[in-house]
Nanobody, 126 residues
Framework: QVQLVESGGGLVQAGASLRLSCAAS????????MGWFRQAPGKDRDFVAV????????YYADSVKGRFTISRDNAKTTVYLQMNSLKPEDTAVYYC???????????????????WGQGTQVTVSS
């Protein structure tokens, strides 16, 4: 089991950058695929980005591709989401999530992830 704690959210203007962090407990962090999701008010929890166990592969939602970068430091048991060129439509609560299962295809749906953080609010003003 792993516990996840996000940080780094805030209120910024359009065009600014933020770096979210997600600190994980436990000694088996490298065994989890890590993802970032976001949820705006009244909307579903949407996939943002995912990174494989060794950090060798990353995948992004089309809406953030080229602006966001996911990375991980297994020694620090932390996953990051660097967000550049933020837009008002990026406003949401951002969650990190961990998937412990070995799959043939990397999961990009919230239902596939077993562990979740409490979320961090990101608000982008125009």
């Amino acid at each position: 089991q792993v516990q996840l704690v996000e940080s780094g959210g805030g209120l910024v203007q359009a065009g600014a950058s933020l770096r979210l962090s997600c600190a994980a407990s436990g000694r088996t962090f490298s065994s989890y695929i890590m993802g970032w999701f976001r949820q705006a008010p009244g909307k579903d929890r949407d996939f943002v980005a995912v990174i494989t166990r060794n950090g060798g592969n990353t995948y992004y939602a089309d809406s953030v591709k080229g602006r966001f970068t996911i990375s991980r430091d297994n020694a620090k048991t932390t996953v990051y989401l660097q967000m550049n060129s933020l837009k008002p439509e990026d406003t949401a609560v951002y969650y990190c999530a961990a998937d412990s299962l070995f799959r043939t295809v990397i999961a990009t749906t919230a239902e596939a992830y077993q562990y979740w953080g409490q979320g961090t609010q990101v608000t982008v003003s125009s």
